[in-house]
């Protein structure tokens, strides 16, 4: 808390366990205008009492209040995502570190900072990670707090930040006219980098071309083998945001049979 702007005195501030403050626990002095910081203080009913100090050392009247505190158990320190992390969409691994008090945790995600728009809660979740399907790009946050094992929930942690990015466009093209190239193109942003590969296999264990380019658009020549080929990409953002690879499109280079024409002379000679 802190007090008023604009206060020219200093205060006077008591923290006791009793409202007649016979048991004190807190006697401070604070500076005009000064943050009022209360450490140490354990979860319960307090009482607080304020009054003005004047130049001499006067003391004003009491102004009084009482506050219940419920901070524990302590929210755990959260691990991934961090904050503004940027995850594609699909499973989100959510990780923390465990608190000794608690017997399980608590867990929102929210379109808003103030967790007015929740939209993925797990009220009683077991050990130090879960996992989250997010189905919808955009910003997202997330806290967690803990529950004790008699059901006692602790206070929300910091939330975390985090964007959620859509799966990359699936690509298009095949083969120029001629046969001579194959053109491949899809939907990417100007300021991303992207990477290519080019491969003999769905699973792109076999790639005989690959390459990192400035534009959403690729020419590579036709292989020479006849067959089928599989072509993929994932844009590379200005900040080393890395995007999963896009669907595969499987692209045809059929058997050259141009050679052929060389016999008809010999054909027809016959």
């Not at 995502?81 to 008090?101: M, V, Y």
């Not at 995600?109 to 130090?128: H, R, S, Y």
């Not at 008699?150 to 929300?156: E, F, L, S, T």
Request: charged letters at 25%.
């Amino acid at each position: 808390m802190r007090t008023s702007e604009g206060e020219t005195l200093p205060l006077r501030l008591q923290v006791a366990q009793d409202p007649q403050f016979e048991r004190i626990v807190k006697d401070e002095r604070i500076a005009p205008g000064g943050d009022v910081r209360l450490s140490g203080l354990a979860d319960g009913t307090w009482h607080v009492r304020a009054r003005r100090v004047d130049a001499n050392g006067l003391e004003g009247r009491d102004a009084t209040t009482r506050f219940v505190l419920r901070a524990r158990p302590e929210a755990p320190a959260a691990i991934a995502p961090t904050q503004r992390a940027k995850l594609p969409i699909g499973e989100l691994q959510i990780a923390w570190a465990e608190n000794t008090e608690a017997a399980s945790y608590r867990l929102q995600v929210a379109k808003d900072p103030q967790f007015a728009q929740v939209v993925k809660e797990l009220p009683a979740i077991k050990g130090a990670r879960t996992t989250v399907r997010m189905e919808q790009a955009g910003i997202y946050h997330w806290r967690l707090a803990s529950i004790r094992p008699n059901g006692d929930i602790g206070p929300w942690g910091d939330p975390k930040e985090f964007e959620v990015r859509p799966m990359p466009a699936g690509p298009d093209g095949g083969l120029t006219g001629d046969g001579k190239l194959m053109k491949l193109t899809w939907s990417g942003r100007p300021e991303d980098k992207q990477q290519v590969e080019l491969a003999r296999d769905p699973e792109f264990t076999e790639v005989i071309a690959q390459a990192e380019l400035s534009q959403s658009e690729w020419s590579v020549e036709s292989p020479k083998m006849p067959g089928t080929y599989y072509f993929r990409y994932r844009p590379v953002e200005p900040d080393g945001y890395v995007a999963p690879w896009s669907s595969t499109l499987k692209v045809d280079v059929p058997r050259d049979w141009t050679f052929l024409w060389y016999f008809v002379p010999f054909l027809l000679a016959l």
